[in-house]
């Protein structure tokens, strides 16, 4: 993909942007991408003029809480970091200090993914067997609700493509 600022060198930068249900998507080469200002992480300027960084974003999400301050003098023992030092900066200090802050970092996540557990996408080339047993998954989470709701119909159909689904992945 080449970039489509100067339509010269390849894309390596990939931008996206949601303001109001609206996607935009920038793909820059690196030169382009320093110059418009999508390269560094430092805050930038909305189109309609607010301003925007990552570490106010997480610290407008961490309330203060009493037991904040028991938790401002706990360590991590590999890298010094405290849970202060990733409310300023929204940065842990290494992969150790996401056990060490657990308990604060868990509310943290589901605040923001609405649960705890990240499942990520799967590539489409890839990853056949993954895809199919994501679908079962939301496949099964509808059977329940129709069964919940006593919509049987809908049930037969929704466990009959569970049965086919099961039956590519060979079980």
Known sequence: ?????????????????????????????????????????????????????????????????????MIQSVKCSFCNSTYEDFKKTGRLGCARCYNVFRDRLMPLVRKIHGHNLHKGKVPKRAGGNLRIERQIERLREQLNDAVRREAYEEAARLRDQIKELEKKLGR
């Open 1 to 69: 993909m080449i970039c489509e600022r100067c339509q010269k060198r390849p894309a390596t930068v990939h931008y996206t942007q949601i303001i109001n249900g609206q996607k935009t998507e920038m793909h820059l080469c690196e030169e382009c991408a320093r110059e418009t200002g999508q390269l560094n992480f430092e805050p930038f300027t909305l189109p309609f003029g607010s301003f925007f960084s990552i570490d106010n974003l997480l610290s407008g999400l961490m309330d203060y809480t009493a037991d904040d301050y």
